[in-house]
């Protein structure tokens, strides 16, 4: 069965360090989505990502955070300059339709960061 | 403003019991509604949605739901538990390309 895979699945950094998580969505999906979520809260909306382009972002997605699909396949979150309160579990995800609420989010197993 | 709430932070069920997790939310709309579970060091894993029609919804590994727009409810039940069902149970909201989400649910199994 076709999954959505993550790496790293954990790493360990320094405040202040660049970052980049990344992702192989499922093949023939075309929208892309990265959540993250605090230890011990709820899981938040990052932003996605359509055609090259951020179809939607939240607040918390600011000038830190870039996403880019490099490839064919992967698909990078990189964090510019890492602060303490980007510990966290960051997953990725795809689908196949654009509305959430018509399809279905399949989703990598996380990656964690760890920013001491 | 559209949210989630899982009243339950963790729930403890002897292996065998009925299970029932509760979700209500908040929604403008016609709220499209799923559960997904995490097991531990797993993603995040869909176990059934509700778009219309049926407001019982069968998932995977023997659970339902049921939608009651007059309560703005979405629980989550299963029979009879597992241990293997021991794990964090999310309730989420779809909007139009993203998903909100409840805090979670703890699922404790007493063997």
């Known amino acids: 069965e076709p999954e959505v895979t993550q790496t790293p699945s954990h790493q360990v950094t320094q405040m202040g360090q660049e970052v980049i998580l990344r992702c192989v969505p499922i093949?023939?999906?075309?929208?892309f989505y990265w959540y993250r979520q605090i230890l011990g809260q709820k899981v938040e909306f990052l932003v996605s990502?359509?055609?090259?382009?951020?179809?939607?972002k939240s607040e918390i997605f600011d000038d830190q955070f870039s996403v880019e699909r490099p490839d064919g396949s992967n698909f990078t979150l990189k964090i510019r300059s890492t602060k303490l309160e980007d510990s966290a579990m960051y997953f990725c995800?795809?689908?196949?339709?654009?509305?959430?609420?018509?399809?279905?989010?399949?989703f990598g197993e996380g990656s964690r960061l760890t920013v001491l | 403003a559209q949210s989630v709430t899982q009243p339950d932070i963790h729930i403890t069920v002897s292996e065998g019991a009925s299970l029932e997790l509760r979700c209500n939310y908040s929604?403008?709309?016609?709220?499209?509604l799923f559960w997904y579970v995490q097991s531990p060091g797993q993603g995040l894993q869909l176990l059934l949605k509700?778009?219309?029609?049926d407001t019982l919804v069968q998932g995977i590994k023997g659970f339902e739901a049921e939608f009651k727009r007059s309560q703005s409810s979405f629980n989550l039940r299963k029979p009879s538990v597992h241990w293997s069902d021991a794990a964090e149970y999310f309730c989420?909201?779809?909007?139009?390309?993203?998903?909100?989400w409840g805090a979670g649910t703890k699922l404790i199994i007493k063997p």
């Open positions: 995800a795809s689908s196949p339709t654009a509305r959430v609420a018509t399809g279905e989010l399949f």
């Open positions: 093949s023939n999906h075309l929208y």
């Open positions: 990502f359509y055609n090259n382009e951020i179809s939607e």
């Open positions: 929604y403008g709309a016609t709220p499209y």
């Open positions: 509700y778009f219309s029609g």
């Open positions: 989420a909201v779809g909007g139009n390309y993203q998903l909100i």
